[in-house]
């Protein structure tokens, strides 16, 4: 009985994210950012990346303490 309430809460949460469509936008800019991002590493010369690889560490780092996620 309780994991069929558990599989109810979830079908609900998954239909409720279904119909929110307002995150949608923020998504989109998103991996659209991140494909201009990686378009244009592919055309930075070699020795420019030690200092790109140390600008996304620290904004990784950034974003895992205010998150507190770790990967």
């Known amino acids: 009985m309780k994991n069929r309430?558990?599989?109810r809460k979830l079908h609900r949460l998954l239909a409720?994210?279904?119909?929110?469509q307002?995150?949608?936008?923020m998504i989109e800019y998103?991996?659209?950012?991140?494909?201009v991002a990686v378009l244009v590493a592919g055309f930075l010369?070699?020795?420019?990346f030690p200092?790109?690889?140390?600008?996304?560490?620290?904004?990784?780092?950034?974003m895992r303490s205010l998150t507190g996620?770790?990967?």
């Open 16 to 20: 409720r994210l279904h119909r929110d």
């Open 22 to 25: 307002t995150g949608q936008d």
């Open 51 to 62: 200092s790109y690889i140390a600008i996304w560490t620290r904004m990784l780092d950034v």
């Open 69 to 71: 996620i770790s990967v």
């Open 45 to 48: 010369p070699a020795n420019f």
């Open 5 to 7: 309430e558990r599989l």
């Open 30 to 35: 998103a991996l659209l950012t991140a494909s």
